[in-house]
Nanobody, 128 residues
Framework: QVQLVESGGGSVQAGGSLRISCAAS????????MGWFRQTPGKEREGVAGISPSGLYPYYSDSVKGRFTISRDNNKNLLYLQMHSLKAEDTAMYYCAAAEPPCSPRLTSEYIWAYKYWGQGTQVTVSS
């Protein structure tokens, strides 16, 4: 059983930067695809960034491409999301999720069913 705990959320002004983290335990971290999702009340959950088990193949949604960077440390079982040029519309609860193989880092409807393990979320608030 995989357990995920997010941290690092907070409040930041528009244009600022923030890095959130996810600590994983249980399972075989280095074999899992990992992803960051976000959700605001009344909206559907959005997959914003995913990464392959090796870390070599990232995926980004169009809404964050060029501003966010996903990375992982397989030695420390950690996942990161570095966020730059933050906008008010980035305000959301951010969730870390894991998918056991076979999996894809592409967080589209075709593949997200495999993300079965979720953290409790960390809130990111961007003020304009």
């Amino acid at each position: 059983q995989v357990q995920l705990v997010e941290s690092g959320g907070g409040s930041v002004q528009a244009g600022g930067s923030l890095r959130i983290s996810c600590a994983a335990s249980g399972g075989t971290y280095s074999s899992n695809c990992m992803g960051w999702f976000r959700q605001t009340p009344g909206k559907e959950r959005e997959g914003v960034a995913g990464i392959s088990p090796s870390g070599l193949y990232p995926y980004y949604s169009d809404s964050v491409k060029g501003r966010f960077t996903i990375s992982r440390d397989n030695n420390k079982n950690l996942l990161y999301l570095q966020m730059h040029s933050l906008k008010a519309e980035d305000t959301a609860m951010y969730y870390c999720a894991a998918a056991e193989p076979p999996c894809s880092p592409r967080l589209t409807s075709e593949y997200i069913w495999a993300y079965k393990y979720w953290g409790q979320g960390t809130q990111v608030t961007v003020s304009s």
